[in-house]
């Protein structure tokens, strides 16, 4: 059925193996957005190219991608390098809006990799502005 044929691009994440994220302290906005990304496919594989310009948020979420239960994801330094690259309202611990950090950080993602590399960019890939 139609049905089931569109059901096949979905991502079955529980079978991934991927661990579930740790809340240090009203993170769960940055929790959430960050497992929207890892669920897609195209998006995590464009961010394992892009790690090879060595920028710190790509970095930073090529680590969360490749996280595992033996060695758990931590949003901190994916949190901290969205904070530093022109978005301090994420700097503390105060509650925010998921879809507020999502969008700052394909931003930033973007403002990283540049005119140069905005072939390789997985914001510019994966998702329109």
Request: overall charge neutral; charged content about 20%.
């Amino acid at each position: 059925s139609s049905t089931r044929s569109s059901r096949r691009s979905v991502v079955d994440v529980s079978a991934s193996g991927a661990p579930g994220v740790a809340n240090v302290g009203n993170t769960c906005y940055v929790a959430a957005a960050l497992q929207l990304l890892r669920s897609m496919p195209t998006f995590t594989a464009d961010v394992r190219r892009a790690a090879r310009f060595d920028r710190p948020l790509v970095r930073a979420l090529d680590a969360f991608f490749a996280s595992t239960v033996d060695n758990p994801p931590s949003v901190v330094a994916i949190k901290g390098a969205v904070a530093m690259g022109g978005y301090p309202e994420f700097e503390g611990f105060e509650q925010h809006d998921c879809m507020e950090f999502l969008t700052a950080t394909l931003a930033r993602i973007e403002c990283e990799m540049g005119a140069e590399n905005a072939h390789a960019c997985p914001s510019r890939l994966n998702f329109s502005w």
